[in-house]
Every structure is written in structure tokens, then in C-alpha cells.
Nanobody
Framework: QVQLVESGGRLVQAGGSLRLSCAAS????????MGWFRQPPGKEREFVAR????????SYADSVKGRFTISRDNAKNTVYLQMNSLQPEDTAVYYC???????????????WGQGTQVTVSS
């Protein structure tokens, strides 16, 4: 079992940067792959990025590749999403998720945070 709490979302101007954090609790956190997802207003949840338990493997949605970076610090039980060159279309509630499986499918993640709102103004 793992509990996840996201933070760092706020209003930012287009072209700006934000770093989201996801703090995890639970003894087996470092065993989980972690993912970031987002749900834009009026749209379905979508995959953003994922990172393996060791941090050695990452992958990104095409829409954020080259602008976002996922990382993790297992000593701090935290996963991060560094977001640069933000655009209005990045506006969404951002969620972190955890699971043993290496997957981009949100339905396959067992543990979720409550989300943090990112709003990018033009």
C-alpha cells in the first residue's frame, strides 16, 4: 500500500516553468514504477510521463517530450515532474500514480494521488 500527495500546481504564464512533486508514504514505495497523468478540463485523463522503480527508465507522451522531465528520489520518497515551456494546452489537473507494472495505461495503476491544478495563462 502506498499513499500519494501531489503539490506544486499553480497559475503560471505561458513559457514558464513549474516543478510538481509527489510525496509517497509506504514501505514499498521504492518498488513501484511511478507515472504522471493529467486531465484537461472537459477531457479524459491522459498519460504524461513514467519512471521505473530505479529511475533508470523513463518515457513521455509525445505532447510533452523535450519539455517535461520526470525524476525520483527514493531516499525522499518523492517523484518530480519538471515542466518547462508551458503552454495553455498544458492546463489540467495533474495526478501521480504508482504500480508495480510498467505501463502507460492509467487503468493499470493501483494507487493515485488527489491531484494538483496547473493553469497556464496565455
Amino acid at each position: 500500500q502506498v499513499q500519494l500527495v501531489e503539490s506544486g500546481g499553480r497559475l503560471v504564464q505561458a513559457g514558464g516553468s513549474l516543478r510538481l512533486s509527489c510525496a509517497a508514504s509506504g514501505r514499498t514505495y521504492s518498488s513501484y514504477a511511478m507515472g504522471w497523468f493529467r486531465q484537461p478540463p472537459g477531457k479524459e485523463r491522459e498519460f504524461v510521463a513514467r519512471i521505473s522503480w530505479s529511475g533508470g527508465s523513463t518515457s513521455y507522451a509525445d505532447s510533452v517530450k523535450g519539455r517535461f522531465t520526470i525524476s525520483r528520489d527514493n531516499a525522499k520518497n518523492t517523484v518530480y515532474l519538471q515542466m518547462n515551456s508551458l503552454q495553455p494546452e498544458d492546463t489540467a489537473v495533474y495526478y501521480c500514480a504508482a504500480d508495480y507494472r510498467w505501463t502507460v495505461r492509467g487503468t493499470e495503476y493501483n494507487f493515485w494521488g488527489q491531484g494538483t491544478q496547473v493553469t497556464v495563462s496565455s
